[in-house]
């Protein structure tokens, strides 16, 4: 392994995100950075805000983990569980592996859907927008066999063969799009889906140990790893994002390695090939946080799930932003649109991972609990995701964030 390859797998883990967003939350405190001042006193209304919505939200501060399981419950209904429920494998290994095939699949789906698309639910008769609307469009693409190369024996299944020729008009269909409901980065989504499956079919030692070839084959391959019936979530989401990272577009790499969702910014410095570079991960964190549950429900303890970062994306971010803890120092960028990779953006992600950590602490301290009864995946759910959006919804009418971001599908 040559030195660069070496320092692109340093970039490929939970830590690294943490000690770089770290690095750059100190740059802010320091007043050293190009786009944001920081005000480390107004972290204490966050916190006061996302404590409230946690106790209203969850009385009984009994939070589940952040992740994508919670989008499928709608009106108390887990729609999911209906669905598994019905479904003919009671084997406890092929569950897992259908609710791996549901959830790389649906992670991948779920990366903004712009202010103005919804998705009609045909079982509530409401629609839903955002997270939850793409969450149950992708459900219901999944009951119906979508993704099955056999949708009348086996629909509950995501195949490679199938996920490999998905074409837009597909995505189109079941996320309900047309000329008065555009999603945004529906062209992303297509193309991430069909490197998922072109992954798979070239993988097999890694997505068809037991079965042809699928996401839901990632579910052995971790287990393969477990020691004693534990695996550490930093591990999942090191494999994740070694294994996976092929079927992200075009973007940074070092060493012949793809570096995933991270991006440079002249702040950051190392003293090896990775300086200037500030690795992110949030879709691969999500997916690692929605693994979590099918891992424990087939028998698997996953340790260490706070080595997890908090998620950049917008809503965790224009909580800090919408609170005055960030300010841009030229207010007229939040009149402009800016690309993902573009310093400010990255800016504001890098400060928002290392302020989770902050808003954690405080917030544990509102409610009462230490970091083993309210880990981090759990304030993200109490917490500051639904704090974020309630803000958004109260300064602006459309309920987007204070930051515009031009979104491919891929990032948020």
Same mark, same amino acid.
């Given at each position: 392994? =040559?030195?660069?390859?070496? *320092?692109?797998?340093?970039?490929? =883990?939970?830590?690294?995100?943490?000690?770089?967003?770290?690095?750059?939350?100190?740059?802010?405190?320091?007043?050293?950075?190009? &786009?944001?001042?920081?005000?480390?006193?107004?972290?204490?209304?966050?916190?006061?805000?996302?404590?409230?919505?946690?106790?209203?939200?969850?009385?009984?501060?009994?939070?589940? !983990?952040?992740?994508?399981? @919670?989008?499928?419950?709608?009106?108390?209904?887990?729609?999911?569980?209906?669905? *598994?429920?019905?479904?003919?494998?009671?084997?406890?290994?092929?569950?897992?592996?259908?609710? !791996? /095939?549901?959830?790389?699949?649906?992670?991948?789906?779920?990366?903004?859907?712009?202010?103005?698309? @919804?998705?009609?639910?045909?079982?509530?008769?409401?629609?839903?927008?955002?997270?939850?609307?793409?969450?149950?469009?992708?459900?219901?693409?999944?009951?119906?066999?979508? !993704?099955?190369?056999?949708?009348?024996?086996?629909?509950?299944?995501? /195949?490679?063969?199938?996920?490999?020729?998905?074409?837009?008009?597909?995505?189109?269909?079941?996320?309900?799009?047309?000329?008065?409901?555009?999603?945004?980065?529906?062209?992303?989504?297509?193309?991430?889906?069909?490197?998922?499956?072109?992954?798979?079919?070239?993988?097999?030692?890694?997505?068809?140990?037991?079965?042809?070839?699928?996401?839901?084959?990632?579910? /052995?391959?971790?287990?393969?790893?477990?020691?004693?019936?534990?695996?550490?979530?930093?591990?999942?989401?090191?494999?994740?994002?070694?294994? !996976?990272?092929?079927?992200?577009?075009?973007?940074?790499?070092?060493?012949?390695?793809?570096?995933?969702?991270?991006?440079? &910014?002249?702040?950051?410095?190392?003293?090896?090939?990775?300086?200037?570079?500030?690795?992110?991960?949030?879709?691969?964190?999500?997916?690692?946080?929605?693994? #979590?549950?099918?891992?424990?429900?087939?028998?698997?303890? #996953?340790?260490?799930?706070?080595?997890?970062?908090?998620?950049?994306?917008?809503?965790?971010?224009?909580?800090?932003?919408?609170?005055?803890?960030?300010?841009? @120092?030229?207010?007229?960028?939040?009149?402009?649109?800016?690309?993902?990779?573009?310093?400010?953006?990255?800016?504001?992600?890098?400060?928002? #991972?290392?302020?989770?950590?902050?808003?954690?602490?405080? #917030?544990?301290?509102?409610?009462?609990?230490?970091?083993?009864?309210?880990?981090?995946?759990?304030?993200?759910?109490?917490?500051?995701?639904? *704090?974020? @959006?309630?803000?958004?919804?109260?300064?602006?009418?459309?309920?987007?964030?204070?930051?515009?971001?031009?979104?491919?599908?891929?990032?948020?």
């Amino acid at each position: 392994m =040559n030195a660069d390859t070496a *320092a692109a797998l340093s970039l490929l =883990n939970a830590a690294a995100v943490r000690a770089r967003a770290n690095r750059m939350l100190s740059l802010g405190l320091d007043d050293r950075l190009p &786009h944001f001042r920081v005000d480390p006193v107004r972290l204490d209304e966050a916190a006061d805000l996302v404590a409230a919505v946690t106790r209203k939200s969850y009385p009984s501060l009994d939070v589940p !983990f952040h992740s994508r399981w @919670r989008h499928f419950v709608v009106d108390g209904t887990d729609r999911y569980q209906m669905l *598994a429920d019905r479904s003919p494998a009671h084997d406890r290994t092929e569950r897992a592996r259908t609710a !791996f /095939d549901l959830a790389i699949v649906s992670v991948l789906l779920d990366a903004g859907a712009g202010a103005r698309w @919804r998705y009609r639910d045909a079982a509530s008769g409401r629609s839903f927008g955002r997270s939850e609307g793409l969450a149950l469009a992708s459900l219901d693409m999944f009951a119906r066999g979508i !993704f099955s190369c056999d949708p009348q024996k086996s629909p509950l299944r995501a /195949d490679a063969t199938v996920l490999a020729q998905v074409d837009i008009a597909t995505l189109a269909d079941g996320f309900q799009v047309g000329p008065d409901n555009p999603l945004v980065g529906l062209q992303g989504r297509a193309q991430l889906l069909r490197a998922l499956g072109r992954l798979a079919l070239a993988r097999p030692e890694i997505f068809g140990r037991a079965d042809i070839p699928r996401p839901g084959g990632f579910f /052995d391959h971790l287990a393969a790893k477990a020691d004693n019936g534990a695996i550490p979530a930093p591990l999942i989401l090191s494999e994740l994002l070694q294994q !996976f990272g092929s079927i992200w577009p075009s973007r940074l790499s070092l060493g012949g390695v793809p570096l995933g969702d991270c991006w440079h &910014h002249p702040a950051i410095e190392a003293e090896d090939a990775t300086t200037g570079l500030l690795p992110l991960h949030k879709l691969s964190q999500w997916l690692t946080y929605s693994l #979590v549950e099918p891992l424990q429900r087939a028998g698997f303890a #996953v340790t260490d799930i706070d080595g997890l970062t908090g998620l950049a994306e917008y809503r965790n971010g224009g909580l800090f932003v919408d609170t005055g803890v960030l300010a841009l @120092r030229d207010s007229d960028e939040a009149a402009r649109e800016h690309d993902v990779g573009s310093p400010l953006v990255v800016e504001w992600r890098a400060l928002t #991972v290392a302020l989770l950590d902050r808003l954690a602490s405080a #917030v544990r301290a509102r409610l009462n609990k230490d970091a083993s009864d309210l880990p981090l995946g759990k304030i993200l759910q109490g917490g500051s995701w639904m *704090a974020g @959006r309630e803000l958004a919804f109260a300064s602006r009418t459309d309920g987007s964030a204070p930051i515009k971001v031009i979104s491919d599908g891929t990032v948020f």
